[in-house]
């Protein structure tokens, strides 16, 4: 546009200056009237408000139209500005006002060339129309696809930070997700692990000097858990399976885990297995390992219990693991916080991440308790027709069959119900 009107009022200039059809006055006059147009022209372009400010726009193209009006009524020349007047006023001005003025500046357009030439054809009177037509139209399709671009600009950016928050979401989703699970990881092996290390040094404390050999039995314990627990911190780090199942079946493992904990809590845990055993998923040996290890260290701490049972079921559509115990049971429907046989307070996770372990592999656990009762934990994890290793279970709401009764009901070997009735 700065070029078009800079060439437009140059060539209105030197067609005067070289033309002989004008006095030596008008000759004069229209470069200066040239000159007046550019300044008016150059003042709205370097003037911020122009464009932003309603007003001031009104009144710099007013200034430029009086401007190109008095150099248009020197020189017949002058029509070709209003070619640059037709896409600046729909540029600046509302489409309902720009559209009048537009008109207003082809009817002086055609008048003036008219009176130039003191007659009036058709083609004088079309350029003007078409050129201004063509102008708006243009201007307004400009418009048009400017507003388009910024409507897809806006939504790419929205897009973008949606998408952003989205991520940040997820990892913030993961980050807490991540959490819990070494949370479920480290009450199950650690923190069990360091219980029992507790237990049996405060064991070998009582037997000294009295019973040496009790007090370094207790010692050798400690010493076997603090290594078993030292393998577990460097599966952490590298992100591996139970080292108990890493050269054995599940049943082996959680016998293993049966006798350690008898040795360490003085305490009659017998491991039962029933049905045809299947291949399990990894995932699912993992969990049923870590829930045993759990609720057998909750009975060690808190229940004092004199006899568990830990059973694995094999069925034809699941698996269950029963752990039972005789001791002093709790309300399963408050929060399980007690205190251990050390008097350290219990932290009521225990339950907690079971139940989160067991719905994360489609499984359900189920609890059975009542003050004096002992309890019952119960687990059951729907198996695939053909499971395998890695293979992960379908989810509880489809598989086939219910949760077994715990293992006190099917074996009748540990206390039923203060009312009789069987757990």
């Known amino acids: 546009m700065h070029a078009l009107v800079a060439l437009l009022l140059a060539v209105a200039a030197l067609r005067a200056l070289v033309g002989t059809d004008a006095s030596a006055v008008r000759t004069a006059l229209i470069p200066v009237a040239a000159a ?3 300044a008016v022209y150059a003042v709205g372009n370097l003037t ?3 464009g932003p400010s309603r007003r001031a726009s009104v009144c710099w193209l007013g200034a430029l139209t009086l401007s190109w009006c ?5 020189t017949a020349e002058g029509i070709w500005f209003a070619f640059p007047l037709f896409f600046l006023v729909p540029h600046l001005l509302p489409v309902r006002v720009a559209l009048p003025v537009v008109g207003g500046l082809a009817v002086i357009a055609v008048g003036g060339y008219a009176a130039h030439r003191g007659a009036v054809s058709v083609g004088m009177v079309l350029g003007p129309l078409l050129g201004a037509a063509v102008a708006v139209t243009t ?3 400009y418009q048009a696809l400017h507003r388009e671009s910024e409507a897809r600009r806006r939504l790419v ?3 973008v930070a949606a998408r952003a928050s989205l991520a940040a979401a997820e990892r913030h989703a993961g ?3 991540e959490r819990e699970r070494l949370a479920r990881e480290i009450h199950d ?5 360091f219980s029992s290390i507790q237990l049996l040094l405060r064991a070998a404390e009582r037997a000294l000097p009295a019973d040496p050999t009790a007090a370094d039995r207790h010692v050798r314990l400690a010493r076997v858990t603090a290594t078993d627990s030292l393998a577990e911190a460097r599966r952490f780090v590298r992100a591996l399976a139970p080292p108990e199942l890493d050269d054995s079946s599940l049943p082996a493992a959680l016998e293993r885990l049966c006798a350690r904990t008898a040795a360490e809590a003085d305490l009659d845990v017998r491991f039962h297995r029933t049905g045809e055993a299947a291949g399990l998923p990894t995932a699912v040996e993992v969990a049923l390992l870590r829930i045993a290890q ?3 260290g909750n009975t060690v701490r808190h229940a004092g219990a004199s006899r568990a049972e830990v059973t694995l079921s094999h069925m034809e559509a699941s698996v269950t693991l029963d752990v039972v115990d005789d001791g002093r049971g709790f309300d399963p429907a408050a929060r399980p916080i007690g205190a251990d046989r050390g008097g350290t307070a219990g932290t009521g996770f225990g339950l907690a991440a079971m139940r989160t372990r067991a719905a994360e592999l489609g499984g359900a656990l189920t609890v059975e308790s009542g003050p004096g009762q002992g309890a019952a934990i119960a687990v059951t994890f729907p198996v695939p027709a053909e499971a395998g290793p890695g293979s992960v279970p379908a989810h509880a709401g489809e598989a086939t069959g219910t949760v077994p009764a715990p293992a006190r009901e099917r074996s009748g070997t540990l206390p039923a119900r203060a009312d009789g009735g069987a757990r």
């Open 36 to 38: 007046v147009t550019a």
């Open 48 to 50: 911020p408000s122009v």
């Open 70 to 74: 008095g150099l248009y009524a020197l």
């Open 139 to 141: 201007v307004l399709g």
């Open 157 to 159: 950016e929205d897009v």
């Open 175 to 177: 980050v807490l997700a």
């Open 189 to 193: 092996t650690l923190a069990q692990g």
């Open 294 to 296: 759990s609720a057998l």
